[in-house]
């Protein structure tokens, strides 16, 4: 299991936003290949949705779309095997209360926002990377919210639970596994190995997130889901406070395991004191 201070996040941007200096020295031609029909297979689930979705039209689609670009990059990790994520969360709430095609273009703007506020800048190859495979998971997602009988117009059904479940379920496969290939693919590593390391025990994020999604379908049909935007300011802090406390968490752990590992190599050098609380 890898270090909290260095394993990746459920999030493809997580692994693509690296420097450009530690990207391998060159890009295999199975790389670009695969890059290449990722990118005709996102722009044809983007082309296909706007084609076929009302947006604009719905309040409920402009207020995930506003979220997606405030909110689509933030996540609190909670100890080594949970990180909660808001991208799939937006996602999964678009597949439930407005259908598929909404869901394609919420993805698509959180990844947008990803790409724009990411630092250090991710180079471009992993941009191309992030914008067309996040539409296209959230495609094959809500086709498999449908497909399990699940109805963006009633929430309330034993049914809609299931299908809920698969598409957290799929939506785990396709991202974690399309980011275990274009990683083992840039590094040259066993595609296989990385998913295990890296993104297997991912799961309970994601069911997570799908849990999550449920709840804001609940308030949106209770409440509303504009009355959301009148909480933004409060999430934005909680989300910050969680995020404090969650990396202070890290933090201290990171420094357990140091001087655990001087003691056992029976070394004296000065290690730099714990955080406190």
Request: hydrophobic share 50%.
């Amino acid at each position: 299991m890898p270090d909290p201070s260095t394993s990746t996040s459920p999030s493809l941007a997580g692994n693509l936003s690296r420097s450009s200096s530690e990207a391998t020295g060159g890009l295999s031609a199975t790389y670009n290949f695969a890059v290449s029909l990722v990118a005709l297979l996102g722009c044809l689930s983007l082309a296909s949705s706007f084609a076929v979705g009302t947006f604009f039209t719905s309040h409920t689609f402009i207020v995930l779309a506003l979220f997606a670009l405030l909110l689509g990059r933030s996540g609190v990790w909670f100890g080594v095997h949970v990180r909660l994520s808001a991208q799939p969360v937006f996602v999964l709430s678009a597949a439930l209360l407005i259908g598929t095609p909404q869901a394609v273009m919420v993805a698509a703007l959180g990844a947008f926002s990803m790409i724009v506020l990411t630092r250090p800048r991710m180079p471009f190859h992993r941009a191309v990377v992030l914008a067309t495979v996040s539409p296209l998971e959230a495609l094959i997602t809500g086709w498999s919210f449908s497909l399990m009988g699940g109805d963006p117009a009633d929430f309330r059904t034993q049914t809609q639970l299931v299908a809920l479940l698969v598409a957290s379920l799929v939506y785990y496969g396709l991202h974690t596994g399309l980011a275990a290939v274009f990683m083992g693919l840039e590094e040259g590593s066993p595609t296989l190995t990385l998913w295990r390391e890296r993104y297997a025990w991912l799961l309970p994020s994601f069911l997570s997130m799908g849990a999550a999604a449920a709840l804001v379908s609940v308030l949106a049909e209770w409440a509303g889901l504009h009355a959301l935007v009148l909480l933004l300011p409060f999430v934005l802090f909680l989300l910050q406070g969680f995020k404090v406390r969650a990396d202070r968490d890290r933090q201290r752990e990171f420094f357990r395991r140091e001087l655990v590992r001087l003691k056992e190599a029976g070394q004296s050098a000065d290690v730099p004191e714990e955080p406190g609380l």
